[in-house]
């Protein structure tokens, strides 16, 4: 995939360049981190997960609020129906102990009754069918996209590539000690990459997920977005981010010993600030092209 400005000249062998050139390039490692940290100021940490938390994070994609309100819906249904059964066991329980009816009753049918409790709950699973199959529907019919990424599943970490754009990255989970480096809270270990996606705020993202090796899986809880990576097989979600902001995500497929160790992170932005991301990330970001064309030059 895709290799850094500062792999290329450790590569390379920055020593043999002399040592104008080395100054020439910690001026442009420095002009690059400087643009990075200007892009990404003042972004706020929306969707990450929280201790002891019991609810769903933020909901920034119609997606993502489709979701939680089927969640809810779901919820008091189920409660309902808990409730009811709960009730009637109680009742039966005082009802029909050996005390209250020392005499048992002996029939053996209530047709009322068995078609009552066949039908009813096939009118429930309609009627949670009318609105699961319509955002399911939703998912899976991709709108026309503004942005195509595509998102490898790797043991274990992610790559990226930008194929409009003819850009290419590894996301690595960055250790304890490089969070601060990058800008990460100290709570945010385990959940940090070097590289984020990056996309702009009301764009509709088309993601291409697949997997290089094993089984994977691409998902932001706060897009609402769950899709496997299998190996040989290209699967598509979408999502239209509308709110500016660091979402955390997983890989959420066990898929080895690291499995815990390939977090996601996608940075969503300004349309203004996303073509300077571009133009940083095309200097930043050398294309497999590029790799191959500096290997045989050497």
């Known amino acids: 995939m895709g290799i850094t400005i500062k792999q290329f000249f450790i590569k390379f062998n920055v020593r043999h360049l002399g040592i104008a050139s080395l100054s020439l390039v910690c001026l442009i490692l420095s002009k690059t981190a400087t643009v990075a940290e200007d892009i990404f100021s003042g972004l706020e940490t929306i969707g990450k997960p929280t201790p002891g938390g019991i609810n769903f994070q933020p909901a920034v994609t119609e997606l993502a609020r489709d979701i939680n309100w089927l969640d809810q819906l779901l919820f008091w249904i189920i409660l309902a129906i808990s409730l009811f059964v709960v009730a009637l066991l109680a009742y039966a329980a005082f009802k029909y102990n050996r005390k209250a009816n020392p005499v048992p009753q002996t029939f053996t049918h209530h047709p009322v009754l068995e078609v009552a409790w066949t039908v009813i709950p096939i009118f429930i699973l309609v009627f949670i069918g009318v609105f699961s199959l319509a955002m399911l529907y939703k998912q899976m019919e991709i709108p026309e996209s503004d942005l195509t990424i595509k998102a490898v599943g790797n043991q274990w970490y992610w790559s990226y590539e930008y194929p409009e754009y003819g850009i290419e990255f590894d996301a690595i989970m960055?250790?304890?000690?490089?969070?601060?480096?990058?800008?990460?809270?100290?709570?945010?270990?385990?959940?940090?990459?070097?590289?984020?996606?990056?996309?702009?705020?009301?764009?509709?993202?088309?993601?291409?997920?697949?997997?290089?090796?094993?089984?994977?899986?691409?998902?932001?809880?706060?897009?609402?977005?769950?899709?496997?990576?299998m190996p040989g097989r290209l699967n598509e979600n979408w999502f239209k981010a509308e709110r500016e902001g660091i979402y955390f995500g997983q890989c959420s497929e066990l898929c080895g010993m690291a499995h815990a160790y390939m977090p996601i992170v996608v940075k969503v932005i300004s349309k203004e600030k996303f073509e300077k991301w571009l133009e940083y990330a095309s200097d930043e970001f050398a294309s497999l092209d590029n790799e191959i064309l500096l290997a045989s030059a050497d």
Request: charged letters at 20%; glycine letters at 8%.
């Open 174 to 229: 960055l250790s304890k000690d490089e969070l601060s480096e990058y800008g990460y809270a100290d709570d945010e270990y385990l959940l940090a990459t070097d590289n984020p996606v990056v996309v702009p705020v009301g764009a509709v993202v088309r993601v291409q997920v697949t997997g290089a090796d094993v089984i994977h899986a691409w998902k932001i809880p706060s897009f609402g977005v769950h899709t496997d990576a």
